[in-house]
Structure formats: structure tokens, C-alpha cells
Nanobody, 118 residues
Framework: QVQLVESGGGLVQSGGSLRLSCVASGFTLSVYAVRWFRQTPGRAREWVGCLSASGRLTNYADFVKGRFTISRDDVENTAYLQMNGLEPEDSATYFC???????????WGRGTQVTVSS
């Protein structure tokens, strides 16, 4: 059974920081690109950013550039989303994601809630 489990969400004041974790089990995370998405009721799911399998390339949505950073710890088989300068608009459920081409399988975590107060 392959799984991704997010954690680290919570309540934070505007301007604060959070570090989200995405722990992979049942497969080696470093073989795959990692993506982060966020979603809130009434809005379409938004792509936040990605980290290549090699770890050499990253890309981010314009609305988080300069504030959010994706990283990976191969020993812990865990991806991270460091979020700085949080604003109320960033409030959402955050999900990590991996696409496995060999099985044409999308692997999603259950999400972790981030709420930013004004």
C-alpha cells in the first residue's frame, strides 16, 4: 500500500510561518517529482509548486513565489513545504501529490488544514 500523509497545518497569524510535511510510505519518494496543491470550498484546486525527482528543479505558482519553498529529505522519505509570510488568502487544505507513470496512478495525501488569521 502506497501512502502520502501530510501534517503540520494549523492556525497561524498573518505574516507567520508553517512547515508542512508529506511522509511517503510504500515507495521511495525521491524517484518521483513531488507536487503541492491547495483547495478551499468555492475555489478550484490550485497548483502550488513542484520539486523534480532529481531535486535540481523547482517551480512555483506566481502567488507563492518568494514565500514558499519545497524540499525533500531522502533519509526520512519526506517532502516539505515551508511557508513564510502567510496571509489569510493562503488558508486552504494543502495536499501533496505524486504521479506514478508505470501504473498510471495518482497518489494523494488526505490533506492538512492551514488557517491564517488577519
Amino acid at each position: 500500500q502506497v501512502q502520502l500523509v501530510e501534517s503540520g497545518g494549523g492556525l497561524v497569524q498573518s505574516g507567520g510561518s508553517l512547515r508542512l510535511s508529506c511522509v511517503a510510505s510504500g515507495f521511495t519518494l525521491s524517484v518521483y517529482a513531488v507536487r503541492w496543491f491547495r483547495q478551499t470550498p468555492g475555489r478550484a484546486r490550485e497548483w502550488v509548486g513542484c520539486l523534480s525527482a532529481s531535486g535540481r528543479l523547482t517551480n512555483y505558482a506566481d502567488f507563492v513565489k518568494g514565500r514558499f519553498t519545497i524540499s525533500r529529505d531522502d533519509v526520512e522519505n519526506t517532502a516539505y513545504l515551508q511557508m513564510n509570510g502567510l496571509e489569510p488568502e493562503d488558508s486552504a487544505t494543502y495536499f501533496c501529490h505524486v504521479h506514478r507513470c508505470a501504473s498510471e496512478e495518482d497518489v494523494w495525501g488526505r490533506g492538512t488544514q492551514v488557517t491564517v488569521s488577519s
